[in-house]
């Protein structure tokens, strides 16, 4: 009986989550966006375990113990994650998650081969 207890304030909890979230958007305050340096920052956060409230858009790499090797192969990740080509100086050249953000924003999408 404990576990369907536990099972039961999951499902209560979520119901109240959706419950609220409703409620946020109707009210006009419920708005998702994602910016390119949201997902640059997750994708930092995520790949390579910087943490979340150390990160700085204005920041160098540097500062978070990310090598050019490291940055390189952040270059590989974002290609992957935004669907982009990054270019090869890029590695070099950007130093900061604002930087690369703005590179990114400017790149063309890449075209899916059929």
Do not use: N, W
Request: a negative charge; charged letters at 25%.
């Amino acid at each position: 009986m404990k576990g369907m207890h536990a099972c039961t304030l999951d499902k209560a909890q979520f119901a109240h989550d959706i419950s609220s979230a409703i409620r946020r958007r109707k009210r006009g305050d419920f708005v998702m966006t994602t910016t390119t340096l949201d997902r640059l920052t997750h994708l930092i956060h995520d790949k390579f375990g910087v943490a979340l409230d150390v990160i700085d858009p204005d920041a160098p790499f540097a500062s978070y113990d990310l090598d050019s090797l490291t940055v390189a192969e952040l270059m590989f990740e974002i290609d992957d994650a935004f669907h982009v080509t990054v270019p090869d100086e890029a590695a070099t050249t950007v130093t900061t998650l604002r930087e690369l953000a703005v590179l990114i924003d400017g790149l063309p999408a890449q075209v899916k081969k059929a």
